[in-house]
């Protein structure tokens, strides 16, 4: 996620250079999973987040031939479906304790200088219903009071 740094950064100054007030706000989506032990945020969303990784994988792979597609996106679905869990774990999602949530989700606002956080509390649309409860719970009762 610090990747996007440069893209908001030109996205500022864009904001600026056509005369808008202010820096503009920025939202990041990301896929989050609070749970009380880092073993279960680990193991408790990976089928469900690997599902989603290789169906985007494959739709990026099947859209690089289309009619007035631009740039190598073959290589882009390539890299996407070579990632491993931890690689999205470390790079592209928010799981963990409701701490070490707080703790990412701060440095990225910090880093990034976000507005607003939109997180996604079923990536892959397969968690089970009690277990997306319980992340939502987490999330309200431990981590946003702590971001606010």
């Known amino acids: 996620l610090p990747e996007l740094a440069p893209s908001i950064q030109q996205y500022r100054a864009a904001w600026k250079q056509a005369g808008h007030p202010g820096e503009g706000n920025v939202g990041l989506r990301v896929p989050v999973y609070a749970a009380e032990k880092a073993e279960d945020a680990y193991n408790q969303p990976m089928e469900s987040a690997m599902a989603s990784v290789t169906n985007l994988g494959n739709r990026v792979a099947g859209s690089a031939s289309r009619d007035g597609t631009s740039g190598d ?75 606010v």
Do not use: C
């Not at 679905?77 to 774990?89: A, C, P």
């Not at 440095?107 to 997180?119: A, K, M, R, S, V």
């Open 73 to 147: 996106w073959s290589a882009q679905s390539e890299n996407i479906l070579r990632m491993t869990y931890d690689d999205w774990l470390r790079d592209k999602v928010v799981y963990g304790t409701p701490e070490a949530i707080v703790e990412k989700l701060g440095q990225l606002t910090e880093d990034l200088g976000l507005d607003q956080i939109i997180y996604e509390i079923n990536f892959g649309r397969r968690i089970p219903h009690e277990l997306q409860m319980n992340n939502l719970r987490l999330m309200n009762e431990k981590v946003i009071p702590q971001l």
